[in-house]
């Protein structure tokens, strides 16, 4: 019985994700075709014939390293809890960078805790402290540019606008959650548990004693101001790496930007992706590209519809393929590291 149980979950579970994944290319695909529109075609084909193999296969190198910076500040931040590997830790962040980029939901944050548990014991409570920490020294770029403006003399749109706003409100309430964990610890995990009590009753007795550790994680973080020194420094170099893809990727096609439009219009290309995004970002990344690159900046729509056209399927190459080789150097496939997050154990134990 409870395995006729098991077997009809999970093909109701593969059935859902089929159709959000189906759903998604449907929605990736209008994208495209209404990025295709608004494009010069003949204009980008030729940009594209002419493309710079050597700042293209640059631009490649700027991509990688910018995610083993990234990587290398999870590590950082992970560091008073667990020794874990450069190497190991590049690993799993560029798997779930890899699972991020693939599933129409954002579930790669999750799935780096997973893996950690799995290859070093490391709790799914305690590692997802510092994914969460490490996520919002992503956005503190976005912020930082945004108090800047005023000195730039940029004109952000409504959407734009609403998107940084957006973002400054999950940072807001992070900062929130810490604050009142710092201040009052007792009152901080009596507000989120309170949260937890709209859960299943069976759902809330696995989480409330998660939320304990994850609370005592972030604190014990916030404690560690070199420690986030530290974390704020590599975030500045992964930013630094972003904006040199970004212009490089733009010179491969022909197009000359300069390190402002490069650095301000790659981290707002970023930030759209806090949101979710057809499998494989198809049609999100051209249109979003489009609307920031030439809607925002002015620059040619050929170039940008080229550069993008380009980078989209390079990027994703390098990450299918460095996805695919770090797990199996963890000694994982692809399908069963999809199912992890559903197995009971992990649950159980995490």
């Not at 019985?1 to 998604?24: P, Q």
């Not at 500040?73 to 190991?88: D, I, K, M, Q």
């Not at 992503?138 to 540019?145: F, I």
């Not at 069976?202 to 005592?216: K, S």
Request: aromatic share 10%.
């Amino acid at each position: 019985m409870e395995a006729a149980s098991t077997t009809s979950f999970r093909i109701a579970r593969v059935r859902a994700v089929a159709f959000r994944i189906s759903l998604g290319l449907g929605v990736g695909a209008l994208m495209l075709v209404a990025f295709l529109q608004l494009v010069n075609v003949n204009a980008v084909a030729a940009r594209l014939a002419g493309l710079s193999t050597g700042f293209a296969l640059l631009c490649g190198v700027a991509f990688l390293g910018a995610y083993f910076v990234r990587a290398t500040r999870w590590r950082c931040l992970l560091s008073p809890y667990c020794a874990v590997t450069v190497g190991r830790a590049a690993a799993i962040y560029q798997v779930a960078t890899f699972l991020n980029w693939l599933l129409p939901v954002r579930g790669g944050e999750l799935a780096k805790s997973l893996l950690l548990r799995r290859t070093d014991g490391v709790p799914v409570s305690r590692s997802l402290a510092t994914v969460a920490m490490d996520k919002t020294m992503d956005l503190l770029p976005a912020l930082v540019l945004l108090a800047l403006l005023p000195f730039v003399g940029l004109h952000l749109s409504r959407a734009l606008w609403v998107l940084l706003l957006s973002a400054q409100a999950v940072v807001v309430f992070a900062v929130f959650v810490l604050s009142l964990a710092a201040w009052r610890r007792d009152l901080a995990l009596k507000v989120l548990t309170g949260l937890a009590k709209m859960l299943p009753r069976a759902a809330r007795q696995r989480i409330e004693p998660f939320i304990v550790l994850f609370v005592d994680t972030l604190l014990g973080l916030i404690r560690r101001p070199r420690l986030l020194l530290v974390a704020g420094a590599y975030t500045a170099v992964a930013v630094t790496l972003d904006a040199l893809f970004c212009w490089m990727a733009f010179k491969a096609v022909g197009v000359t930007l300069s390190v402002p439009i490069a650095l301000y219009g790659y981290t707002f290309f970023n930030l759209a992706f806090i949101l979710p995004t057809p499998p494989g970002q198809v049609g999100s990344n051209e249109l979003v590209g489009l609307s920031i690159f030439s809607g925002l900046f002015g620059v040619d729509r050929s170039g940008v519809g080229a550069m993008f056209l380009f980078s989209h399927p390079w990027t994703a190459v390098l990450m299918t393929v460095t996805g695919l080789v770090c797990l199996s150097v963890m000694g994982l496939t692809l399908r069963n590291t999809l199912r992890l997050a559903g197995e009971p154990g992990e649950r159980e134990h995490a």
